[in-house]
């Protein structure tokens, strides 16, 4: 019978932490920091549609299907920010597409810079809003500290790079409520 009680009771204290803590979770203002988004990321991955752009990407200039359609992985990234690798970049029917796959970024041990650890798996398509806001350092950009830049000079800076090259960058997305691009930084690296 005492055993039956403690069970009982670790049963309630359990439910109780638990549900303390899914209610703290969904509690953070803005200045919350980077994590306090991830409970109305979840609510916005559970009411996202599949599509992230409002009309399908178009096909690639040799009238060929595209590598990766949107998918549930960009919807999932709706009002997040993301540290990814871009593989590729296009424009097709006044939208820019980027082919783009988490990655990582660590600290140059020895300069003011970052190292990327590149991702592995395929790539996902995901579009830009018509104001995205591009941001490119060197090795992309022309200077250490971040510039803008026009989508347009964004996608033929990439896609002149050899895709060996590519693999090397890395980039801060910020997605829209809906799965779009809506700002590109390229982390400076030496």
């Given at each position: 019978m005492r055993v039956a009680h403690r069970r009982t009771t670790t049963?309630?204290?359990l439910t109780a932490l638990t549900l303390g803590l899914l209610a703290l979770t969904g509690c953070g203002?803005?200045?919350a920091g980077p994590d306090a988004g991830q409970a109305a990321t979840a609510t916005a991955s559970a009411t996202a549609t599949a599509s992230v752009t409002s009309a399908p990407p178009a096909p690639a200039p040799d009238g060929t299907a595209p590598s990766s359609g949107p998918s549930a992985t960009a919807?999932?990234?709706?009002g997040t920010k993301?540290?990814?690798q871009i593989g590729d970049a296009r424009t097709a029917g006044g939208r820019t597409y980027l082919?783009?796959?988490p990655a990582e970024k660590k600290p140059h041990p020895q300069f003011e810079a970052w190292v990327i650890v590149p991702g592995e798996g395929p790539y996902t398509e995901v579009s830009m809003t018509e104001d995205a806001q591009v941001l490119l350092s060197v090795p992309l950009g022309d200077a250490k500290h971040p510039a803008?830049?026009?989508r347009a000079e964004f996608v033929g800076r990439l896609t002149a790079r050899p895709s060996s090259d590519r693999a090397l960058l890395g980039f801060d997305l910020s997605f829209d409520g809906q799965g779009r691009v809506t700002r590109v930084q390229s982390l400076y690296t030496p």
């Open positions: 049963v309630r204290r203002g803005p200045d919807a999932r990234w709706a993301q540290f990814v082919s783009v796959r803008a830049y026009t």
